[in-house]
Structures are given as structure tokens and as C-alpha cells.
């Protein structure tokens, strides 16, 4: 018998996830038992929803066994590199969708150190898929019954991808990641188990010269991290590093074509 989701609006607190722009590079990163550096990024306080970053080293190795989570998942290598299995490692400017189940794990590190920005539609609930048969042979999805089928995961080199008019204006472009620009996801059922379930992904591309109100979608709240080129949006420096959820705004103007990895979400409180 199927459980009805509940309404994302009643699990979501837009409030609590609102962040000021974060600067990687002068951020108080945090060094776990691995090595690694953590920089926690926006957090729902309603439903735990997440949004983080990772700095590996070089030659690190990561003892994880398989695992999935019961949540969406998407991540963007920023630098470097990063394995999550033995199928690829994944390299700077991939992006990665994992659907809620999706069982990785196994051998995960990096060779040569990086940054990866990860999150989680909902609390970060590790569950280990001890009984698999190994060796580990790659990505699964697991379905409702937590029976695997062979899945690939769905990962895009977007430096290959054109890009696109955006429909904000001329000397603005995108590249879609996943979901279409400026329109809701159909599937609402998802918002069940992943709130903070991204309606659409993308780059965004504005032009060296832009000057004027900042471009976006209205009706939805955005995830942004730039990692090309440099702006001055609503009076503060945005360059490579730069992190905000509920942001930037105000007024945009670029000195160095400026390139955003971007998570919209609808925004439910407003009128």
C-alpha cells in the first residue's frame, strides 16, 4: 500500500537554509578522522536537508562500504578528482544525479585531491548493503523493495555541452544539468522523501560587461556557487569559491565572464 508524501511546503523551512555568501577561500573548513576538509553550506532545519563541501587530498583512500541513501542526490567535482566506485573517477566540472536508493561505495578517494560539493535532499541517513555480493561491480538502484537492478549513474561532463540562450537575456547562457530552466518538476511525488528536491540544475553563463539587475527564475529560490570569472553582485565579490543559497541578488555587474553552478527550487512561501 502506497504512503502518500507529504507536502514539501509542510517539511521544508526556506528560512533556516538562507545562507550570506560563503568564500571558500577564507571559510573556517573543518578536518575530519579521514583527512578530509568538511565546509557545511546550507542546512534545512525542518528536514535536514544538505548542502557541503569536501577537500581531499592527494592519494587519499576512503574505507566506506557499499551504502545508499533514501534521498535524492546531486554533486559537482569543482576540482580535482574523486572516485565513488570503481566504475570512473569523476573530474573537475562533472556533475553527478543519484535517484533516492542509489547504492555506490567501495574503493571511494581521490588520486590527485579535490573538491566536491555535495547534497541531500533530506536527512543524511547512511544505510550499508552489507549482504552484496562483492567485488563490487558499480552503481545500483534500488527499488522499493530494496531489490538491486543494474543502474548507471547519471553523470554529465558539461564542458562537452553547448552553451544555450537562457531567456533571461542576450549575453546570458546555460547549460542544463537536470530538469528544465524555469519550470517545476512533474514528478511531485518525489517530494516525499527528498523535500528539498532541486526542480532543475544547471550552468549559468553572463557575460563579461553584464551590468544590471542580477538574472532569475521567478517563482524559485537558487543554490549558486561560482567557479569562473569574477562579479560585483548586490555590492559583494562573487569570484571562484563563492557559495549562497537564497542568492546573490541585487545588482550584477561582471568583469570577468562569470560561470554559476546552479540548484533552483520552487519556492513554497511565496504568495
Known sequence: ??????????????????????????????????????????????????????????????????????????????????????????????????????????????DHGGVIIASLANRMRRHHFDDHPKPWTGHYLVDRLWNPRPEQPFVLSPGSMPWLPSGLGPRIHVRPLHGTPGHRRSDDNVFGHSPWAADFTLLLRIEAGFDGPMPGWPGFVVEALAFTGGATIGNEPWHRGCYQFGGPSGDCRVEGTLELYCRAFRDTEAP
Do not use: K
Open 1 to 110: 500500500m502506497s504512503v502518500p508524501p507529504a507536502p514539501a511546503a509542510a517539511i521544508r523551512d526556506l528560512a533556516s537554509r538562507r545562507t550570506p555568501r560563503i568564500d571558500f577561500a577564507t571559510a573556517a573548513w573543518q578536518r575530519n578522522e579521514h583527512g578530509v576538509d568538511m565546509l557545511a553550506l546550507s542546512q534545512c532545519a525542518a528536514s535536514g536537508a544538505v548542502t557541503f563541501a569536501l577537500r581531499t587530498p592527494a592519494d587519499f583512500h576512503y574505507p566506506e562500504r557499499q551504502h545508499f541513501y533514501d534521498t535524492e542526490e546531486e554533486l559537482f567535482q569543482l576540482e580535482g578528482d574523486f572516485r565513488h566506485d570503481r566504475i570512473r573517477p569523476y573530474q573537475a566540472g562533472d556533475y553527478v544525479y543519484r535517484p533516492a536508493g542509489t547504492v555506490y561505495g567501495d574503493d571511494e578517494g581521490s
